[in-house]
């Protein structure tokens, strides 16, 4: 019996029912009414477990006694007590008590399968929902592809307007060129009918020169007016989707205005050198078989005009590229190449070479870093200071035929400008990858020479 009792003080089994009394007290009002019943269920079982250790204890200390030790005492306040707990158990429980606790469970499940119907009711509004919604997406998806096919076949179609469009041209050049050789053989053919009063050495030497213009001075106007509106395309098409393009890379609007710059005016140079060559190679061709009645240098330009298509324009793209690599105002992240923007240098190209054609010729206006600026040449971007007198950085070159300017183009006026062009000319040049200064292949022209006679 001491052994039970000595093991029931050490484990202190009423000081841990004391603590967890006093802290459900203290969170009765806090937690749960589960919660509250768990915590009544945990003491009532950890009593029950104290209870059965006293038990023992009173059966082993009625035991050493003997037979008839302690009888009193169990008679006078075991037996009682245990009545008493009895009675009382019985007591609390009546008939209308237990009628009530099945009332409220039958209720309870009553409740619980009207919250499960209605989740059911409304998980199946959900997924009809979203069924619906599915299908909804899907068509939309199904009007977006077609949306896409229709504007796909509308951009064919534009492309053929614009193939008929350029047929048109050419051959109301064809027509116009022809219509007035016509009346030039109609008037030397009346001429040559009619008797001249003067005598036969007193006649023009070579009056076919002006008597017979060539296609080329024939659609010089049509083509300069044709060329000076192609070049503000550039500007307000091409130049905007190549700046935006850009933009996807850097992040300053000024280095990508300048990059926009020097390509157009490296493309404007290659173009130029590209013309001269190719003069130069037509004119060595035709040189040994020209009878005239035009110079030799109207049937070389006339001959270029006729096949703009042969030139080179990929020869010129790649020098510009080059050109751009080495150029120490422009920087580029080394990721990325110059050639992002090839559709608007090879485009600049084309232009710059027709304009080539022209008498007078079409050219850029010359443009230098800091430069004092003129309303003439350029007019100021939206964000200069419009007092400073000195071009920061040029947007835009001019057009200019001869002297006079034709198109005007775009600076930005800032001070201290001339500072900063010396900065950037100062900064160090972009080192070109191999594959941006050796990989270009480019593609030969064919000789004038190896063109069949009906080119020419």
């Known amino acids: 019996m001491a052994d039970s009792l000595r093991r029931l003080v050490n484990t202190s089994s009423f000081s841990v029912l004391q603590d967890k009394l006093e802290s459900w007290y203290k969170d009765y009002h806090v937690i749960s009414c589960d919660q509250n019943l768990n915590r009544c269920c945990e003491l009532v079982e950890l009593t029950s477990k104290i209870q059965g ?7 082993l200390t009625a035991r050493e006694g003997g037979h008839y030790a302690g009888v009193d005492v169990l008679k006078s306040r075991l ?53 619906s919604t599915h299908l909804q997406l899907d068509t939309v998806k199904q009007e977006l592809r077609a949306a896409r096919d229709q504007v796909e076949t509308y951009k064919r179609k534009l492309d053929v307007l614009d193939d008929y469009e350029r047929q048109v041209r050419l051959l109301r050049d064809e027509v116009s060129f022809l219509t007035a050789e016509k009346s030039m053989l109609q008037e030397r053919l009346v001429r040559s009918c009619s008797p001249s009063p003067l005598p036969r050495q007193s006649r023009p030497s070579s009056p076919l020169k002006s008597e017979s213009p060539t296609r080329a001075q024939l659609t010089n106007s049509s083509r300069h007016a044709r060329l000076v509106s192609r070049f503000s395309d550039l500007y307000a098409v091409e130049r905007l989707e190549a700046q935006s393009l850009l933009r996807r890379y850097i992040d300053d609007l000024e280095m990508v205005q300048r990059i926009i710059f020097i390509a157009t005016v490296e493309a ?53 590229i080059n050109a751009m690599n080495v150029n120490p105002r422009i920087s580029f992240p080394p990721e990325v190449d110059f050639v992002l923007i090839n559709s608007f240098i090879r485009e600049t190209c084309r232009v710059a070479f027709a304009m080539q054609t022209l008498d007078p010729p079409l050219d850029l206006a010359f443009t230098s870093g800091g430069e004092l600026y003129s309303d003439n040449k350029y007019r100021r971007s939206y964000d200069s200071e419009f007092t ?38 100062c900064s160090p040049v972009r080192s070109g990858s191999p594959t941006r200064t050796l990989g270009f292949s480019r593609s030969r022209s064919p000789s004038p020479g190896r063109l069949s006679a009906s080119r020419l």
């Open 53 to 59: 250790q006293l038990f023992t204890i009173l059966n």
């Open 268 to 320: 404007f140079h290659a173009a130029k050198l590209a013309y001269r060559q190719f003069k130069l190679r037509v004119k060595k061709t035709l040189s040994p078989s020209h009878l005239g009645p035009e110079t030799l240098e109207d049937s070389v330009v006339d001959y270029v005009v006729r096949n703009l298509d042969l030139y080179d324009v990929q020869a010129s793209v790649n020098d510009v």
């Open 79 to 131: 037996l009682p007590w245990l009545g008493t707990c009895f009675s009382m158990a019985t007591s609390s429980v009546t008939n209308d008590t237990s009628l009530n606790l099945i009332q409220e469970s039958v209720e309870k499940e009553r409740r619980i399968r009207e919250l499960s119907a209605s989740h059911e009711n409304d998980m199946q509004k959900m997924e009809t929902q979203l069924c």
């Open 388 to 425: 400073a007198p000195l071009v920061a950085y040029h947007v835009w070159p001019a057009l200019v035929e001869g002297d006079g300017v034709i198109v005007k183009g775009e600076a930005v006026t800032r001070r201290g400008a001339l500072w900063r062009s010396r900065s950037r000319s």
